[in-house]
């Protein structure tokens, strides 16, 4: 598994303030190979997709603890389509309760990652979907 050469962009979406799970997320993506960038706290929907688009993302990984995930998430994808980049796969990490999934997923996010999922998953998962996204599957 490698990511390299791949730019993914972390976010922390609203008015969260815990950016640990965020950080442990880019340090794995960077030790895939990956570079990453991450946003820091509390940014706007808006922001996220701006900078995504400015620095010519591969993807994007929300982290959102807030209870907010769906409104966050669907907002963030929203602007991106706005920006002509809703091709770039959006990732959602955090308190993301089961029965949300569903929505999440029509809303268009690409994967969801808990707690209870290991890093080496998360990784892997985001490698597989920026594959499937170049190839066109």
Request: proline letters at 4%; one cysteine or more; hydrophobic letters at 45%.
């Amino acid at each position: 598994m490698s990511l390299r050469g791949k730019r993914i962009l972390i976010a922390k979406p609203g008015l969260d303030g815990h950016d640990v799970g965020a950080k442990v997320i880019a340090m794995a993506l960077r030790d895939a190979g990956a570079e990453v960038i991450y946003t820091g706290l509390r940014k706007a929907p808006e922001m996220i997709a701006r900078v995504a688009v400015e620095e010519d993302m591969d993807a994007v990984g929300l982290s959102i603890l807030t209870g907010s995930h769906k409104e966050l998430a669907a907002e963030t994808i929203r602007c991106l389509g706005e920006l002509g980049a809703d091709d770039v796969p959006v990732f959602v990490g955090g308190t993301i309760p089961a029965q949300d999934l569903p929505e999440l997923k029509r809303a268009g996010v690409r994967d969801v990652f808990t707690a209870a999922m290991s890093i080496d998953d998360v990784v892997a998962a985001i490698d597989r979907a920026i594959g499937a996204q170049e190839t066109g599957r």
